[in-house]
């Protein structure tokens, strides 16, 4: 067990922008492989695709669960068929900001409902998957498939980063599911709600914030040159 605490990052739609609209490509990818798969016309397909993701967080677990489908040939022509090239692309930004962590304080850990495949593409494509200690992920190859926000989805981050308290766990990802039930568990959580999207009524956990750059400011002490970047930021 390290005695550093872990910073964990989700991706789709945290470390890139929504306005890249890849989740909306996945959408339309998912509703096409229930079509295709199922039998099911496109708006029942859209119902069901729904009702899994709801229910299990991940429309795959359902598919997995109720109809024996192949979770890797999900993910072929699901996640790894999404047309990323061109749409991430590297983000300097994003690298200085994970430049200026600290690794003697904090350890920065990737945790995502994708399979492995889809998180080290999307990280690579933004040009930081060289900034990264690991890698927590959905891992399709498993019977049974566990993503956040289920408790053993944190117990298995935990596990893996080599945590031995949840406090020592700081946490940020846009979906307020997620953070809400780590910020139950005991971890620290940042719901990332971007400028544009509605803010919720009440807040899913301690803090929330609409840029990542925010990070610098709520958690100063695991990063270099926090003071400097917050002064930049202000002048801009």
Not at 5 to 24: G, I, T
Not at 56 to 84: C, F, M, S, T
Not at 123 to 139: A, M, Q, R, S
Not at 207 to 223: C, T
Request: aromatic fraction near 10%.
């Amino acid at each position: 067990m390290s005695t550093r605490p872990v910073l964990f990052f989700d991706v789709d739609n945290c470390l890139y922008p929504r306005s890249k609209r890849v989740q909306d490509t996945m959408q339309e990818l998912i509703d096409k492989y229930f079509v295709e798969h199922l039998s099911l016309t496109e708006a029942d397909a859209k119902m069901l695709h729904q009702k899994y993701y709801t229910e299990y967080g991940l429309a795959i677990e359902g598919l997995v669960r109720h109809h024996r489908v192949d979770p890797l040939e999900y993910n072929r022509k699901v996640d790894d068929a999404l047309p990323l090239d061109g749409v991430i692309t590297p983000d300097p930004q994003l690298r200085q900001l994970l430049a200026d962590i600290d690794r003697s304080k904090v350890r920065p850990w990737l945790f995502t409902n994708a399979h492995v495949t889809h998180g080290k593409r999307i990280v690579k494509l933004l040009g930081v998957d060289d900034l990264f200690e690991g890698i927590t992920y959905c891992d399709y190859t498993q019977e049974f498939l566990v993503c956040k926000p289920h408790p053993e989805m944190y117990a298995l981050a935990e596990l893996q980063a080599g945590v031995s308290s949840a406090a020592d766990c700081f946490f940020v990802d846009d979906s307020y599911l997620n953070c809400h039930h780590a910020q139950a568990r005991g971890w620290t959580a940042a719901h990332l709600v971007e400028p544009g999207l509605p803010s919720p009524a009440t807040k899913a956990s301690k803090y929330q914030i609409q840029s990542l750059q925010e990070l610098r400011v709520i958690w100063p002490q695991f990063f270099r040159n926090s003071i400097d970047s917050r002064v930049n930021q202000s002048s801009l």
